[in-house]
């Protein structure tokens, strides 16, 4: 079995910053992609950005120039730096991963997600 566990969202002012976290624990071998996924409320679960093991990286168009999304493979961990947060960026942020495990096979999995909360 594999969680995944975030932190790091809260209550920030408009133009701020926040860094989420996700850390990934359990039988895992190797985590491929990772990805941020945020959800506000009466909204669709929406992309933010993903992450392959090798470092590629993309984004919604709604939060380049502003997010940004990394990795450490050594620790299986998952970073979201925002900055310059708008308040259409408050939403449930969520983590997830493509997980093989020792034994080769390969499920996907989700985090319970952080609130981020952006006041004008």
């Known amino acids: 079995q594999v969680q995944l566990v975030e932190s790091g969202g809260g209550l920030v002012q408009a133009g701020g910053s926040l860094r989420l976290s996700c850390a990934a624990s359990g039988r895992i071998f190797k985590i491929a992609a990772m990805g941020w996924y945020r959800q506000a409320p009466g909204k669709q679960r929406q992309l933010v950005a993903t992450?392959?093991?090798?470092?590629?990286?993309n984004y919604a168009d709604s939060v380049k120039g502003r997010f940004t999304i990394s990795r450490d493979n050594a620790k299986n961990t998952m970073f979201l730096q925002m900055n310059n947060l708008k308040p259409e960026d408050t939403a449930a942020y969520s983590c997830?991963?493509?997980?093989?495990?020792?034994?080769?096979?390969?499920?996907?999995?989700w985090g319970q997600g952080t609130q981020v909360t952006v006041s004008s």
């Open positions: 997830n991963a493509d997980v093989t495990n020792y034994s080769g096979g390969r499920n996907n999995y």
């Open positions: 992450i392959t093991f090798g470092g590629s990286t």
